[in-house]
């Protein structure tokens, strides 16, 4: 089912933002991937590292298999510190194990500090894309949010209605006792947790937090620091188009004079494993930069929520999520693509997300039932003949309709 | 007379200049003390948030603030003043690859002042400008990062539609001074750290 006209009309103009960048250097996705299959061939020796050096540091290490684990996690860290008011930032992970809800339902209020996830909270609407979430709201829409929620009077202006939150959310960044945070990257040679983005929340949050909780899935690993220069490098010219986010926070460990004085991290599993085991890890090499999602003229037309709330979105999505989390939703996910390599010619880590949909492809008409096949080459007989395509078709529907 | 300055120094200003920071270069630490004052005096400021006076770089800047009637406020955890808006730091490293700086060391609070401002004002010395990450952690010799923070410009929300709103949490103007080293108090063109 295609998106509604707001979100294709904002998935179009940000295909436009990403086609007017210059493209990435090229020796850039060969290096950037290489670092990360590095790491992905290994990955129970880095995360172990990761782990060690990490407590070493003074933090504290869990390890959450499913996002039904990860969420206990999160609030038992919560309520630890006996907070139920919680400040976190923006991260596809909160989405994937459904943190928000479950918080509410333990009685923990959790606060999106980063502006475009405050303005969905607002709106109550769905997430855009992994990096721009917010963008395809309407000024009008928003406006009318902001006035209602913060007894403010309506403006159409941009300017004005960031001013106006920024006057609400920056009081909750200086006084910020707890956050959870969402992690871009884990260094397993120091055990440092690194931060990315262009509006300084996650720095503010590492800085002001006492007590920071981390989450971070275990793929997201890099192995020392010269690999984490060049991912850095990559994420931010493929989500943004510079060659540095304008904000990198790096902590390693808490700190009693400043710094958070807590810091736990929490490692999600949550099918990472098994697509690891299914042999995905050149898609598991993915760093969320959402690049694919802008490129690919599918994603364009049906947006994120054609992909599942909880699941990841766009080509990196089709690939994974059917292994990742097998539902009947997630099945035919490797058919969300054209088939036209845009994904692929702009991925800053050189994954080859359509020869891996054209395997999933495969492996799914392997598995197909007796029925499914028998239709499929049908079709294919039927196709050349419209005469006898149609009427086909119309009698397909009628059966497929009283089954 | 325009001083020449090596491709590195070069590089890390059109970098930084690029994106909306502004930058100078001063060919003596007097001169970059005076001109400190005057943006100060512009700015119309009498409390700057800012580190320790003895970890500040320019010898006599505490002084000459002193005389201006501009104190410098440290960072205080749950007791930080939202209304401060000048912030005052020095910066462990710059990037020329990125045009960064790097925020780093054992100073208490070392990220504050150029991250709660709305016009951060942060001293590079030119010798402190590295080709890259790696360099200058290699000059460090130290294992990682540790606690750092790396700005490559103002901080910037484009959240509605794309519309670029500049100061969302943290400064709306970055403003580096670059100063030359203290041995000669003359300003460097040559950069001892090389690729």
């Excluded at chain 1, 620091?225 to 990198?248: C, K, N, T």
């Excluded at chain 2, 490559?152 to 970055?174: C, K, N, V, Y």
């Amino acid at each position: 089912m295609p998106a509604d006209r707001p979100t294709r009309q904002a998935l179009y103009r940000l295909g436009q933002l990403v086609e007017r960048r210059s493209p990435l250097p090229p020796e850039l996705p060969p290096a950037a991937g290489q670092a990360r299959r590095r790491v992905l061939a290994e990955l129970e020796t880095y995360l172990n590292g990761f782990a060690t050096q990490a407590q070493a540091q003074g933090m504290r290490v869990w390890w959450a298999e499913d996002y039904q684990q990860a969420d206990r996690l999160v609030i038992e860290r919560i309520r630890e510190t006996g907070c139920t008011e919680v400040l976190r930032n923006h991260s596809p992970l909160f989405d994937e194990i459904a943190l928000d809800r479950a918080a509410a339902g333990n009685g923990i209020k959790l606060i999106p500090i980063h502006p475009g996830d405050h303005y969905l909270q607002l709106t109550g609407a769905s997430p855009l894309h992994p990096i721009w979430p917010s963008a395809h709201l309407g000024l009008r829409h928003l406006a009318t949010a902001m006035a209602k929620a913060w007894k403010v009077p309506p403006s159409f202006d941009p300017d004005l209605l960031a001013g106006t939150a920024r006057l609400r959310l920056r009081p909750l960044l200086l006084a910020v006792k707890v956050a959870v945070v969402g992690v871009h990257f884990a260094v397993a040679a120091d055990g440092s947790l690194v931060c990315l983005d262009n509006d300084g929340h996650n720095a503010h949050l590492m800085a002001l937090a006492e007590h920071l909780i981390c989450l971070i899935g275990i793929e997201q690993v890099v192995a020392d620091m010269a690999d984490l220069e060049l991912l850095i490098r990559a994420f931010s010219l493929a989500a943004w188009g510079q060659d540095q986010a304008h904000y990198v926070g790096v902590i390693a460990g808490p700190r009693m004079a400043d710094g958070p004085r807590c810091v736990d991290v929490i490692l999600l599993d949550n099918g990472r494993r098994r697509a690891l085991a299914a042999g995905l890890s050149v898609a598991l090499a993915c760093i969320g930069c959402g690049a694919c999602h802008a490129a690919c003229p599918v994603y364009r037309q049906v947006g994120a929520m054609a992909y599942g709330r909880h699941a990841r979105s766009g080509p990196i999505g089709a690939v994974l999520n059917p292994v990742m989390w097998p539902t009947r939703r997630t099945q035919d996910q490797p058919y969300l693509s054209s088939g036209c390599r845009a994904c692929a010619a702009v991925c800053p880590v050189g994954i080859d997300l359509p020869d891996l949909l054209a395997r999933q492809r495969r492996d799914l008409a392997a598995r197909a039932s007796w029925a499914e096949r028998l239709g499929f080459w049908l079709w294919q007989r039927l196709l050349p003949y419209p005469r006898l395509f149609i009427p086909a078709l119309r009698l397909a529907r009628r059966l497929l309709w009283r089954a | 007379m325009k001083a020449e300055f090596s491709p590195f120094v070069q590089r890390f200003m059109a970098l930084w200049q690029q994106r909306g920071g502004r930058i100078e270069v001063h060919e003596s630490q007097a001169a970059a003390r005076l001109s400190l004052l005057l943006t100060l005096r512009e700015l119309r400021v009498r409390e700057i948030l800012a580190w320790p006076p003895a970890a500040l770089l320019l010898p006599g800047l505490t002084e000459a603030l002193a005389d201006a009637g501009i104190a410098l406020i440290q960072p205080e955890r749950g007791r930080l003043r939202a209304e401060l808006t000048v912030g005052l730091t020095e910066a462990a490293a710059g990037l020329a690859a990125t045009g960064s700086l790097v925020l780093a060391g054992p100073v208490v609070d070392a990220w504050l002042p150029a991250l709660l401002p709305v016009y951060a004002l942060v001293f590079l010395p030119i010798p402190r400008l590295f080709s890259d990450l790696t360099a200058w952690q290699r000059a460090q010799k130290t294992e990682g990062l540790g606690r750092a923070l790396l700005i490559g410009g103002p901080s910037i929300s484009a959240d509605i539609e794309w519309h670029a709103h500049t100061g969302m949490f943290g400064p709306r103007q970055l403003h580096v001074v670059l100063l030359p080293p203290p041995e000669n108090g003359e300003l460097s063109t040559q950069v001892p750290h090389e690729a």
